[in-house]
Every structure is written in structure tokens, then in C-alpha cells.
């Protein structure tokens, strides 16, 4: 079984790996919702549908706003010890590029991932991604003890 909404992309480098695996690069290009199957072997293939994406703008100020909340959260989950901001760079990817790098960074199951992939707004998911990185850090400053002491 498979997950009607996936991620149609590009390979852009593979790298054979000497115990017969292999590194990939992949760029996403659009979501897709899967539908029939067509072939089994050697691989599954499957008829794709587009999802079209509720339309915004890079210059606009919310999406400005919004880039700038998940740049900081980021910034600070990489602080606290994960790898998240590696996506972000001076002159970066486009605010989606970003939103979709961070849910796929962000510790997820599939489940919640793809929940995330399923919103067709690009700020509401970029929203959606920030609070979860915020209640991570949250979760993360609570579990820490205090500084010069034991936690009770």
C-alpha cells in the first residue's frame, strides 16, 4: 500500500555507495495525488494529478513576516541540537522551498509529515511547521535543567 499524495521530483545527483546503496539528491517539483496503478515491476508506477497550491507572493508582507518566524525557529532548534537550519541562507530558496525543507527536516512521523503536505495554502503550512518547531523548543526548554543545579 502507498499514500495517495506524494511528491513528484527530479534526481539531481546519485551517488553509488560501495555496499550496493546509493545516495540520492532529489529537488521536489509539485505535489501529486496518485491514482491507478499502472505497472507492478520492476517498479511501481502510477497515474499522477498536480495538486494545485493556493497562489502568494514572495514580496508579500505576511509571507516576509512568516519566512522570518520560521528562519528564527529554526535557527534556534538548530541551537538546541537538531538539524534544521541548514535550509536556511542569505538570499535563500523561495519561502516555499523553505516551508517544505523544514517540514521534511522537522523530527515527524510519515503521518504527520504527509498531514503537512496536505495543505494546499503554502503559508498556512509554513505556520503550521513553525508551531511545531516552537513547541519542540518549547519541550526542549522544560526538559533542561536549570543552569548550576540538578534538576528535582
Not at 102 to 128: A, H, N, Q, W
Amino acid at each position: 500500500e502507498f499514500h495517495p499524495l506524494a511528491c513528484l521530483a527530479r534526481f539531481e545527483e546519485v551517488e553509488w555507495l560501495p555496499n550496493d546503496c546509493y545516495n540520492l539528491r532529489i529537488r521536489g517539483l509539485a505535489r501529486v495525488r496518485l491514482g491507478r496503478v499502472t505497472r507492478e515491476f520492476p517498479y511501481r508506477a502510477a497515474r499522477a494529478e498536480i495538486r494545485p497550491q493556493d497562489p502568494y507572493t514572495e514580496d508579500d508582507p505576511l509571507v516576509q513576516i512568516e519566512r522570518r518566524a520560521l528562519a528564527s525557529a529554526l535557527t534556534r532548534l538548530e541551537t538546541a541540537g537538531e538539524s534544521a537550519a541548514a535550509v536556511i541562507r542569505p538570499g535563500g530558496p523561495t519561502y516555499e522551498t523553505l516551508v517544505n525543507a523544514v517540514c521534511m527536516t522537522l523530527d515527524l512521523g510519515p503521518r504527520e509529515k504527509l498531514e503537512l503536505l496536505e495543505i494546499d495554502s503554502v503559508i498556512e503550512r509554513g505556520r503550521r511547521a513553525r508551531e511545531l518547531a516552537e513547541r519542540r523548543l518549547s519541550a526542549r526548554t522544560r526538559a533542561r535543567p536549570p543552569i548550576g543545579g540538578e534538576q528535582n
